[in-house]
């Protein structure tokens, strides 16, 4: 269980000793972990979470590093860093994580894995530290598709009413993708039997990356601000950075991304039938190399939070799923449903992983 999920008897740290030591143990366990444990779970540990979740990495300087399992030379990808790891490593069969901005999907193209963001409210936040509220979810990572679904199947609420049979090309979110990679990635999308291929961000990629920067920094700061404000912790220098920043969000902001956030949720419903999910891009590139400098990092960030804001801004469900390996590292690719469409996306996962041909006629 990640460290910003409450279980009883812990304290929850976010990933900043300053907030654990004011914690008090839980007096009951998150929803989706009392879920987890009545389905049969059983509850190995809590993991370790990048800095209040505030980062797609998989680094926190107040604990010891994440070893990428698969490629030590890389990062893990974050901010459900240490849910991932475990999986990964083969610790644990399924971990719980979060998911605000790819906290789970990033880590689970780094890494291999199979991991599901669920639609937005699909899953209660209760007993988990609120940080980015309107886009919060609880995510979970798998090695196999048809664990991914049994956990789904334990935690989500009823079956979808219809059977996702149409897959869509989001040819504009692969323009987003380092150029190598995109080519190897549509060559392999091609096996899943493509239906049409649409664009999902229609030119306003740019747009889509402010929305989601703006709201989410509000929201953070509503959030966490006062406490950080009150008690000054030492933050990493990036972390720090990133809670200065949104700080800055004024209120004329945040009045015209939320209008900016309907129309982009009211442009996808139009694309899209309950019958039918997008293939895209889950990360822009390969999992960053643990010495990657400043600029490749930042341009990492902006890609790939353009690329996940999509299911974000529509509260839609959506599962990574792996490739294998290129180059030496995990690939993959995501399956984007409608809001609401979660399981038969985990139904079409599972069909993918047994038989990758053909499944949009399936």
Same mark, same amino acid.
């Given at each position: 269980?990640?460290?910003?999920?409450?279980?009883?008897?812990?304290?929850?740290?976010?990933?900043?000793?300053?907030?654990?030591?004011?914690?008090?143990?839980?007096?009951?366990?998150?929803?989706?972990?009392?879920?987890?444990?009545?389905?049969?779970?059983? *509850?190995?540990?809590?993991?370790?979470?990048?800095?209040?979740?505030?980062?797609?990495?998989?680094?926190?300087?107040?604990?010891?590093?994440?070893?990428?399992?698969?490629?030590?030379?890389?990062?893990?990808?974050?901010?459900?860093?240490?849910?991932?790891?475990?999986?990964?490593?083969?610790?644990?069969?399924?971990? *719980?994580?979060?998911?605000?901005?790819?906290?789970?999907?990033?880590?689970?193209?780094?890494?291999?894995?199979?991991?599901?963001?669920?639609?937005?409210?699909?899953?209660?936040?209760?007993?988990?530290?609120?940080?980015?509220?309107?886009?919060?979810?609880?995510?979970?990572?798998?090695?196999?598709?048809? *664990?991914?679904?049994?956990?789904?199947?334990?935690?989500?609420?009823?079956?979808?009413?219809?059977?996702?049979?149409?897959?869509?090309?989001?040819?504009?979110?692969?323009?987003?993708?380092?150029?190598?990679?995109?080519?190897?990635?549509?060559?392999?999308?091609?096996?899943?039997?493509?239906?049409?291929?649409?664009?999902?961000?229609?030119?306003?990629?740019?747009?889509?990356?402010?929305?989601?920067?703006?709201?989410?920094?509000?929201?953070?700061?509503?959030?966490?601000?006062?406490?950080?404000?009150?008690?000054?912790?030492?933050?990493?220098?990036?972390?720090?950075?990133?809670?200065?920043?949104?700080?800055?969000?004024?209120?004329?902001?945040?009045?015209?991304?939320?209008?900016?956030?309907?129309?982009?949720?009211?442009?996808?419903?139009?694309?899209?039938?309950?019958?039918?999910?997008?293939?895209?891009?889950?990360?822009?590139?390969?999992?960053?190399?643990?010495?990657?400098?400043?600029?490749?990092?930042?341009?990492?960030?902006?890609?790939?939070?353009?690329?996940?804001?999509?299911?974000?801004?529509?509260?839609?469900?959506?599962?990574?799923?792996?490739?294998?390996?290129?180059?030496?590292?995990?690939?993959?690719?995501?399956? *984007?449903?409608?809001?609401?469409?979660?399981?038969?996306?985990?139904?079409?996962?599972?069909?993918?992983?047994?038989?990758?041909?053909?499944?949009?006629?399936?």
């Amino acid at each position: 269980v990640k460290d910003l999920i409450d279980v009883a008897g812990c304290r929850t740290g976010a990933g900043n000793p300053r907030w654990l030591a004011q914690q008090a143990p839980a007096e009951r366990s998150a929803s989706v972990v009392e879920k987890a444990l009545a389905a049969g779970a059983t *509850l190995v540990g809590k993991t370790v979470t990048d800095e209040f979740a505030f980062s797609l990495e998989g680094r926190n300087v107040h604990y010891d590093g994440l070893t990428n399992p698969v490629c030590p030379d890389r990062v893990p990808g974050g901010s459900s860093s240490g849910s991932a790891v475990a999986v990964a490593a083969g610790l644990v069969d399924f971990a *719980l994580g979060t998911d605000t901005g790819g906290s789970v999907r990033v880590p689970a193209n780094f890494l291999g894995l199979f991991g599901c963001r669920p639609s937005h409210g699909a899953i209660s936040l209760a007993g988990v530290v609120p940080f980015a509220p309107s886009y919060d979810t609880i995510g979970w990572f798998a090695r196999d598709a048809q *664990l991914l679904a049994d956990v789904g199947a334990a935690l989500l609420p009823g079956q979808h009413p219809f059977p996702i049979t149409k897959l869509l090309f989001a040819y504009d979110a692969f323009a987003l993708v380092d150029r190598p990679l995109a080519r190897e990635l549509e060559a392999r999308s091609t096996r899943w039997g493509v239906s049409d291929s649409r664009p999902v961000f229609e030119g306003e990629e740019a747009l889509c990356f402010d929305c989601y920067r703006i709201l989410q920094g509000a929201e953070i700061w509503q959030s966490l601000g006062p406490w950080i404000t009150a008690n000054r912790p030492g933050f990493a220098q990036e972390i720090g950075e990133r809670f200065a920043s949104a700080a800055t969000v004024t209120t004329d902001q945040v009045e015209h991304y939320r209008a900016v956030r309907v129309a982009i949720r009211a442009r996808f419903e139009a694309l899209m039938q309950p019958d039918t999910a997008v293939i895209m891009p889950t990360t822009p590139c390969l999992a960053l190399s643990k010495d990657a400098p400043g600029d490749v990092i930042g341009d990492f960030y902006k890609r790939a939070l353009t690329l996940t804001s999509i299911a974000g801004h529509c509260g839609a469900p959506q599962v990574a799923m792996p490739l294998g390996r290129w180059q030496g590292c995990p690939i993959g690719l995501s399956i *984007l449903g409608v809001r609401g469409s979660d399981r038969a996306l985990l139904d079409l996962a599972t069909k993918i992983a047994v038989a990758p041909v053909g499944m949009a006629t399936a």
